[in-house]
């Protein structure tokens, strides 16, 4: 079964960076699920739905949500089954727990998620 685990959350200034990580198991297979599948990063902040905001192929292209086009960046290494969201020049409305799963996502993927706080 493959689990995802999030981390890098954090209390973070208006202004501030922030990098996020996922690492993935590998199925029983061998074959791990970044291996094979493009791959996201998700955010739902209080009150609101689970959002796509950053995404990227199998061969490497990326989308960005307009909210954090130009901030956010996001990035994968196949062979260590990682997956990081450098964030950048963060703003309140980013706090959120944020998510890593595939795109689109796969229901029995979703771990417990990392908390972005950013506060003065």
């Known amino acids: 079964q493959v689990q995802l685990v999030e981390s890098g959350g954090g209390l973070v200034h208006p202004g501030g960076s922030q990098r996020l990580s996922c690492a993935a198991s590998?199925?029983?297979?061998?074959?791990?699920?970044?291996?094979?599948?493009?791959l996201g990063w998700y955010r739902q902040a209080p009150g609101n739905q689970r959002e796509l905001v950053a995404a990227?192929?199998?061969?490497?292209?990326?989308n960005y949500t307009d909210h954090v086009k130009g901030r956010f960046t996001i990035s994968r290494d196949n062979a260590k089954t990682m997956v990081y969201l450098q964030m950048n020049n963060l703003k309140p409305d980013d706090t959120a727990v944020y998510y890593c799963?595939?795109?689109?996502?796969?229901?029995?993927?979703w771990g417990q998620g990392t908390q972005v706080t950013v506060s003065s």
């Open positions: 990227i192929s199998l061969d490497g292209s990326t």
């Open positions: 590998r199925n029983i297979f061998g074959i791990t699920v970044f291996s094979i599948k493009d």
């Open positions: 799963n595939t795109v689109p996502a796969t229901d029995h993927y």
